[in-house]
């Protein structure tokens, strides 16, 4: 059974700071998402990472997928009130698993004004 | 913008009913899946299906579980006898491509409350 453990799963911070949120597992993954989710509604695509070592950037969100494609990582910088929500991190593996994606349980950010 | 659309977005139920639980997804999309997330829990997944068969399911996904593409267009998920536990928010996702690259488009959900 595949894993993806995120932290931390909360996360307070004031406008302007900076923050990491990062999700690890044991297993190798063939792609790593990253979602954002907003209360009653499905989660929403913010980036998809399939390289080892890949950086992508979004604005002021930065998206890394670790060497081995076992982590990653969501960095954002001077973070702003509208950024608060869930976010959350899957796995997909490739061959026949069809697109089956493996969640982390999520991050509940709060940026303060 | 094409989007995923799903019904009812809230049901309540008694324990040992059936449940129907509908999805349109993006017209000419090819894959599709439900996921469910209990309260507080991370999102699961549940099944997923392609060229009108099941491709994968996880655990959850028992005897009690149905999946059907009746028309061509809706994407249904049944609980034939519900339990106590099925109470979660379930959420139908579409793309277009199989494999582990590609977006995922997801529902709104449907909120299931058995009682």
């Known amino acids: 059974t595949q894993l993806l453990e995120q932290s931390p799963q909360f996360l307070s911070i004031q406008e302007g700071e900076n923050l990491t949120v990062y999700c690890n597992s044991s297993?190798?993954?063939?792609?790593l998402q990253w979602y954002r989710q907003e209360p009653g509604e499905g989660p929403v695509l913010l980036v998809t990472v399939v390289t080892g070592g890949e950086v992508k950037k979004l604005k002021r969100l930065t998206f890394q997928f670790g060497d081995a494609r076992k982590d990653s990582s969501l960095h954002i910088t001077a973070a702003q009130p509208g950024d608060t929500g869930l976010y959350l991190c899957?796995?997909?593996?490739?061959?026949?698993?069809?697109?089956?994606?493996?969640f982390g349980q999520g991050t509940i950010l709060t940026v303060h004004p | 913008e094409p989007e995923v659309t799903q019904t009812p977005s809230h049901q309540v139920t008694q324990m040992g009913q059936e449940v129907i639980l509908r999805c349109v997804p993006i017209?000419?999309?090819?894959?599709f899946y439900w996921y469910r997330q209990i309260l507080g829990q991370k999102v699961e997944f549940l099944v997923s299906f392609y060229n009108n068969e099941i491709s994968e399911k996880s655990e959850i996904f028992d005897d009690q579980f149905s999946v059907e593409r009746p028309d061509g267009s809706n994407f249904t998920l049944k609980i034939r006898s519900t339990k106590l536990e099925d109470s979660a928010m379930y959420f139908c996702?579409?793309?277009?491509?199989?494999?582990?690259?590609?977006?995922?488009?997801f529902g709104e959900g449907s909120r299931l409350t058995v009682l």
């Open positions: 996702a579409s793309k277009t491509s199989g494999g582990a690259i590609g977006e995922l488009f």
């Open positions: 017209s000419n999309h090819l894959y």
């Open positions: 899957a796995g997909g593996v490739g061959g026949t698993s069809y697109g089956k994606l493996t």
């Open positions: 297993s190798v993954f063939s792609s």
